[in-house]
């Protein structure tokens, strides 16, 4: 890409933002046609596992099945064992990846990580890994924006935007849920809203859900009627269940992290190290199939059909245990799906015990409380809770339980806060960085970034020349509102201002993080 000179940056800056809607709406569409394939693929995959396993259950102790499963097993490790060696942006949800690049301490070579994404997501979560579908989606959407950036040579400028567009559609095509989408975008991936963000992720969003809908249909994601209403009197079930997700959650989180040391001592050359899982996946696919795969239709079961608690209570060791040991392993595939499994799971047993245990409480309050324990939890473990809620609407498609779901999600995340859990992407992104930042791009390019102000941060209420900024970057303008504000030395930062630098592309991926704390801490 050719060098851009300050004076064309800020111009870029300046101008109209309608090519970046345009160019939004055409990552939306590619990305919606690609997550559309991904699902497609994964519906497929779906079929044929089942297919197989029963196969292999009907003649287990034959010696060509047991041949054939040996072949299966070390064919499908050295192929994920390739793919992550190869492509190591592809491993795990790819959302801390996103976030990474965000925050210019990675980069995606598009082309290739998106072919080796989709292939890899396919084949560990199609051979029975206990893995979702969203962040290999939220993935290969950025890749699509990151693509589109490239191919039509944009500016430095529009590669967050195009990134945030293909992260959010990506998202929205996965499960239906365009606002979920969007709040993504805000809540997780930026952690600040502006209104130029909105507007893109947004048309991005509608774009490619318009594309899944007219594979998919208009049918939401879990089928749940709610025919009573939570009555004020029983929300305090509410705060002692929030209570039960948040500590699910902590343990769950734990699991992942410790998952992923024990599995990094493993003395196996890497290209041949998963097949470990491969092999527990294969085990459980002939054992305990209902655990496998991402889970849609474990909890479409625990909706609609009705366990002991026994079962139950299995159901939800197995699913959890082997999460944490697919997830661990690096191989292509996200925990949103999982999550919401085990949280419906949750809330099954908490739906039967409190109705034995009460005798006013109905048996609808069962189907509360599966819906409320798929938002805890991943409010919990993501640390998410506008996107949980609004999740947990779209792919139900019934606005009756709003009030519930608001109420646990903000709960549960004042309790993470009180145990001072941290967003799980976060640390799996911390865990994936170098120690000490890294150091690259263009000493002649120059970038803008955008800083939000956090309410009683290090720079709120303060004058410019009265904080030390890092060296090499200047601050040229503050958005404020709907106004614009060219900054001098006296003027006084706000709480909620977006405070925008220009700096070269190198300087750039060391200050950024700086910047970000300043505004933060």
């Known amino acids: 890409m050719r060098k851009e000179t300050t004076d064309e940056v800020l111009k870029t800056h300046h101008s109209s933002h309608l090519s970046l809607y345009f160019f939004g709406a055409l990552v939306g569409i590619i990305t919606g046609i690609v997550v559309v394939a991904y699902r497609v693929s994964l519906s497929l995959a779906q079929k044929y596992r089942e297919m197989f396993y029963e196969y292999v259950r009907n003649t287990l102790f034959d010696a060509q099945t047991i041949f054939v499963l040996a072949v299966l097993i070390l064919i499908i490790s050295v192929f994920l064992g390739y793919v992550i060696v190869k492509y190591p942006m592809v491993k795990g ?57 490239k191919i039509f040579k944009r500016s430095e400028y529009d590669k967050k935007y195009l990134i945030s567009c293909g992260a959010s559609a990506g998202l929205a095509a996965a499960f239906g849920a365009p606002l979920a989408g969007v709040v993504f975008a805000v809540e997780e991936l930026h952690k600040f809203m502006s209104p130029l963000l909105i507007t893109c992720v947004l048309i991005s969003s509608v774009c490619a859900e318009f594309i899944s809908k007219y594979f998919f249909g208009f049918s939401p994601s879990f089928n749940i009627h709610v025919d009573t209403t939570y009555q004020l009197k029983y929300y305090v079930l509410i705060i002692i269940f929030a209570l039960i997700m948040t500590i699910i959650g902590k343990l769950f989180e734990e699991a992942l992290l410790k998952g992923q040391k024990l599995y990094g001592k493993i003395k196996i050359n890497p290209i041949f190290k998963p097949i470990v899982i491969v092999t527990i996946t294969v085990l459980m696919g002939i054992f305990f199939i209902d655990v496998t795969g991402g889970g849609h239709s474990l909890a479409e079961k625990v909706i609609h059909e009705s366990y002991t608690y026994k079962t139950l209570i299995i159901l939800f060791v197995l699913k959890f245990l082997f999460t944490a040991a697919c997830y661990s392993s690096g191989t292509p595939g996200g925990i949103f799906l999982p999550i919401l499994v085990l949280g419906a799971i949750s809330g099954k047993i908490y739906g039967m015990f409190v109705i034995n245990l009460i005798p006013d409480v109905t048996s609808g309050y069962e189907v509360y409380f599966i819906v409320l324990g798929m938002a805890a939890l991943l409010t919990a473990v993501v640390k998410s809770p506008i996107t949980s809620t609004i999740l947990m609407l779209e792919m139900t498609g019934s606005f009756s339980h709003f009030f519930p779901l608001v109420t646990i999600c903000m709960v549960t995340f004042l309790m993470t806060e009180v145990v001072k859990m941290r967003p799980i992407y976060d640390t799996l992104l911390e865990n994936m960085l170098p120690k000490g930042l890294i150091e690259s791009g263009d000493d002649e390019k120059k970038v803008t970034i955008k800083i939000p102000v956090g309410l009683d941060s290090m720079i709120d209420g303060k004058k410019v020349k009265e904080i030390t900024w890092p060296e090499k970057c200047l601050i040229i303008g503050i958005d404020r509102g709907d106004r614009e504000i060219i900054p001098h030395g006296e003027t006084k930062i706000l709480a909620g201002d977006l405070l925008i630098f220009l700096m070269n592309e190198r300087t750039a991926t060391i200050i950024k993080p700086l910047l970000i704390q300043m505004g933060e801490a």
């Open 93 to 149: 949800s790819g959302i801390p990846q996103v976030k990474g690049v965000l925050i210019r301490q990675m980069d995606f070579s598009w082309a290739r990580e998106l072919g080796a994404k989709f292939v890899g997501g396919v084949v560990a979560i199609g051979s029975g890994m206990s893995l979702g579908r969203e962040g290999p989606s939220v993935q290969l959407g950025a890749e699509v924006g990151t693509g589109v950036f």
